[in-house]
């Protein structure tokens, strides 16, 4: 449950096994050595002395009677070990994490000697333990041994819960706090009986050995749960009294909302199952509606008629209720959004209002509603007391892809499906921005290529060879070819606005380059620069569509999109706003996003004269370009134009906070083209450079096209590749044809 658990600087020393100093000291549950040997396991800036030991952490503390490079150890310490006395140990520094407290601690009590019966009071105990061992580290699994009013006991950890679940390492350890909360358990063979434990029994809304997410088949949202856990299931982790004496109610409602895919629905019906209560209700938004008046209504108040049974008999005893709505916003649209004139929507949302925070609110219930558009959701809906807790389930970073592709690939590699060169890490970081439902697809399509290679197309019933099943890399890396993210760059957008790849062609050209990834540089490492916005102005063709084309590309950002005229012919105004606003908002998901709003004036409708343009979009983009991005997301966003003296006079310039000229080509910078082109002899580069003074690299491509086809035509193939060279004749007859401007 925890981060690192071993200092980079901390290195394991070999130690003699001997018994504890004196009986009375081996129910501290420490460890003992020499004062010399006892700051190799000092914690910097604390007072505590930590160490690895076998597969738990112990606290130590100095004796008199230990001799250098030996280190004393209880019974059980030793058999947890699995060491005997004299014999060697590894033993290395123990450095806590931040966060490390715990949060509950659930512990199987047992006699030391057998046979014995006894009452334990669990209130009176809990702080007994929590004073005896404040500071020290309990790992799941682990067996103490303390004694209690004269008796020996031995507890095992069952479950250990931090209070920050951000760096799960799938072990489950934590530090004993003044504010742990701890819960006992006892089977009836062990001879205990614990008393007032009726509250805390009933408080543990967690099955236990169920909490580690990665075991539920839940992977990238620890951060999330985190939040949830704190928001939501803290205060119900704690007897009814305390919450009465805190003057607080539990919080009754959850939205989970974000993109498709990123594991909404799965975290919600695994928090069901995590939960001591009632089986989970879970109900799709669609499904509660009817064509009967009054039966829509009626279908939500079944759904908490249970709750309201269970609260009227048996009060705060009551077991927890869950109740899941998938697709909220298909039930819980905003008060008079639609105009279907029944009203059955604007009823529904009255309805579920009134169970939820009525008169006669429950305090048993737990809704948990999931979305992809919060925006749609009726405001009263989401204000305290309500669905009052709402966490973006976002797209996984590198470290929650990993866990995901794990959690696909753990059962392939169990059963040695999974090849040797298979680097999870590596495909995790070319995953980006992937959702948890798209790298499952991802892992589907790997898994088609490893079958397609053992069957035979021609003879389907031939027996498979189980054996020579192997999902491989290169499975992998063809299904990323396969399955492409919703919210990925558009490559093959971006490399269409550059066919011809891009060339060396001068300094000022090279300057504009360099600047703009200094901008991207600036996106991604600044604190300040959330947002920023260049454009990019020159004359039609001068390249900088490709330029802004290639810096997309070359920033390696996980969203490039290319917003254009083109993908909008025929649009009315307001549904081309409703794309430009949804591409923007798609970038919002995305921690790194470059929108590139390609010919801007194209976008605006413009025509010079009048003249006319769509104010609507106008002020659209305005908006747009001035609104930063919510925190933690970045965005750069690069304009085109051929008429930046229009864009001035709109103020829409005013929005970018750079602007570079795109000049056409010199002389110099045609024939560095023209170089690299490699279609003129030697002696013909200069004069073609000269005449191609001031020309638009678009139309030096297509100039030398043209040329290229020969005056037959049919030269182009001999020409790329080399074997003949471009007619100087030829080129300045087609030359003449080219229109500059």
Do not use: W
């Not at 058999?79 to 199987?108: M, Q």
């Not at 959690?407 to 992937?434: C, W």
């Not at 991207?520 to 959330?530: A, F, L, R, T, W």
């Not at 005229?565 to 470059?594: N, R, W």
Request: include cysteine; charge should be negative; aromatic fraction near 6%.
């Amino acid at each position: 449950m925890a981060g690192r658990f071993r200092s980079p600087s901390s290195a394991a020393k070999n130690m003699i096994v001997t018994n504890t100093p004196a009986s009375d000291l081996a129910v501290t549950n420490l460890a003992f050595c020499s004062r010399s040997d006892l700051q190799s396991f000092a914690v910097p800036g604390t007072s505590l002395f930590l160490a690895n030991v076998g597969s738990f952490v112990l606290s130590l503390a100095p004796h008199e009677n230990i001799r250098d490079g030996y280190i004393a150890l209880n019974a059980i310490q030793r058999r947890d070990a699995r060491v005997s006395t004299g014999e060697p140990i590894s033993v290395c520094r123990f450095i806590p994490p931040e966060n490390f407290n715990l949060a509950i601690l659930t512990l199987e009590l047992e006699f030391v000697k057998k046979g014995k019966s006894e009452q334990v009071d669990a209130i009176l105990l809990a702080k007994q333990l929590r004073k005896r061992f404040i500071d020290q580290v309990m790992t799941a699994g682990q067996r103490v041994s303390f004694e209690y009013h004269g008796t020996n006991y031995i507890f095992t950890v069952n479950q250990a819960v931090v209070e920050d679940q951000e760096k799960s390492s799938g072990i489950e350890r934590g530090m004993i706090s003044n504010d742990t909360y701890i819960i006992f358990e006892a089977s009836n063979a062990s001879g205990i009986k614990i008393l007032n434990q009726r509250e805390a029994a009933s408080s543990n809304i967690f099955r236990h050995k169920e909490f580690n997410l990665q075991s539920l088949g839940i992977g990238g949202i620890s951060a999330e749960f985190a939040e949830i856990f704190r928001r939501a299931f803290a205060s119900r982790v704690f007897p009814p009294h305390v919450t009465n004496k805190l003057g607080i109610k539990h919080v009754k409602g959850i939205l989970l909302y974000g993109p498709p895919g990123t594991g909404k629905t799965l975290m919600a019906r695994q928090i069901g199952k995590m939960l001591n209560g009632k089986e989970p209700k879970i109900v799709n938004g669609p499904e509660v509606l009817s064509k009967f008046v009054g039966e829509t209504e009626k279908n939500v108040r079944d759904l908490f008629a249970d709750a309201e049974q269970d609260q009227r008999t048996r009060g705060d005893e009551s077991d927890l209720h869950v109740i899941i709505f998938d697709e909220i916003d298909a039930i819980c649209k905003s008060r008079g959004s639609t105009r279907d004139g029944t009203g059955v929507h604007d009823s529904i949302v009255n309805q579920l209002l009134t169970k939820i925070d009525g008169v006669e609110s429950l305090n048993n219930v737990l809704l948990i509603g999931m979305t992809n558009r919060k925006d749609l959701l009726d405001e009263a809906l989401l204000r305290p007391g309500r669905l009052e807790v709402q966490v973006e389930i976002s797209l996984p970073d590198e470290t929650g892809r990993l866990q995901i592709l794990q959690i696909h690939t753990n059962k392939m590699k169990e059963s040695s499906f999974l090849a040797p060169d298979v680097n999870l890490q590596e495909l995790a970081a070319r995953t980006k921005n992937y959702s948890g439902a798209e790298l499952e697809g991802v892992v589907k399509s790997a898994v088609s290529f490893a079958l397609n290679r053992q069957l035979s197309m021609d003879d389907l019933t031939k027996p498979v060879d189980e054996e020579n099943i192997k999902v491989t890399m290169n499975d992998f890396l063809n299904a990323l070819l396969e399955v492409i993210p919703a919210f990925g760059a558009s490559t093959d957008d971006l490399e269409r606005r550059r066919l011809n790849g891009m060339v060396e062609c001068g300094n000022r050209h090279k300057h504009i380059y360099q600047r703009a990834m200094l901008l991207v540089e600036q996106v991604k490492v600044s604190k300040d620069s959330p947002l920023v916005a260049c454009l990019l102005e020159g004359p039609s063709g001068s390249g900088k569509t490709a330029l802004a084309a290639t810096v997309g590309i070359d920033s390696d950002f996980p969203y490039v999109k290319i917003i254009s005229a083109e993908s909008m012919i025929g649009l009315h105004e307001s549904t081309k706003c409703a794309q430009i606003i949804k591409v923007f908002e798609d970038a919002y998901k995305s921690p790194l996003s470059i929108i590139i709003l390609d010919d801007v004036e194209r976008l605006l409708e413009y025509v010079p004269i009048g003249p006319r343009f769509s104010n609507l979009i106008s002020q659209t983009l305005l908006a747009l370009l001035k609104r930063l991005p919510p925190k933690g997301k970045k965005l750069m966003v690069i304009g085109t134009t051929s008429e930046v003296g229009f864009l001035e006079s709109l103020g829409i310039c005013d929005a970018f906070a750079v602007t570079y000229h795109v000049p056409t080509l010199k002389t110099d910078d045609a024939k560095k083209v023209l170089e690299q082109l490699n279609v003129f002899a030697k002696e013909d580069v200069d004069s073609a450079a000269e005449a191609l003074n001031d020309m638009p690299i678009k139309k030096l491509y297509m100039l030398i096209e043209m040329a290229a086809q020969g005056e037959q035509g049919g030269a182009a193939e001999a020409i790329y590749s080399g074997k003949e060279k471009i007619n100087i004749a030829h080129f300045y007859n087609c030359l003449q044809d080219v229109v500059r401007y």
